[in-house]
Nanobody, 116 residues
Framework: QVQLVESGGGLVQAGGSLGLSCTAS????????MGWYRQAPGKQRELVGS???????DYVDSVKGRFTISRDNAKSTVYLQMNSLKPDDTAIYYC??????????WGRGTQVTVSS
């Protein structure tokens, strides 16, 4: 059973930084593509960015240049470093992966709140 556990959310002022972590178990992490999503109140969940098993990254335009995704395969952990945070970044942030059958797995999410 694949499990994803996020940590590192919190409250930060606009312009500040936060780092999130997501640790995976029950999967061969080094072979897994990983994604970070977020869902703001009243809005649909959106993809923030992703990292392939080979380390290639991609981001939604609204976070390019501010957010960085990285991974440590030895720790089965993917990271999301968020800089220059804006109130619009306020959301619950979720870690995601899928298996070779295409089944989706989600963490429980971690709240990020950016005050103006």
């Amino acid at each position: 059973q694949v499990q994803l556990v996020e940590s590192g959310g919190g409250l930060v002022q606009a312009g500040g930084s936060l780092g999130l972590s997501c640790t995976a178990s029950g999967t061969i992490f080094s072979f897994s593509n990983m994604g970070w999503y977020r869902q703001a109140p009243g809005k649909q969940r959106e993809l923030v960015g992703s990292i392939t098993s080979g380390g290639s990254t991609d981001y939604v335009d609204s976070v390019k240049g501010r957010f960085t995704i990285s991974r440590d395969n030895a720790k089965s952990t993917v990271y999301l470093q968020m800089n220059s945070l804006k109130p619009d970044d306020t959301a619950i942030y979720y870690c995601h992966t899928n298996d070779f059958l295409g089944r989706d797995y989600w963490g429980r999410g971690t709240q990020v709140t950016v005050s103006s």
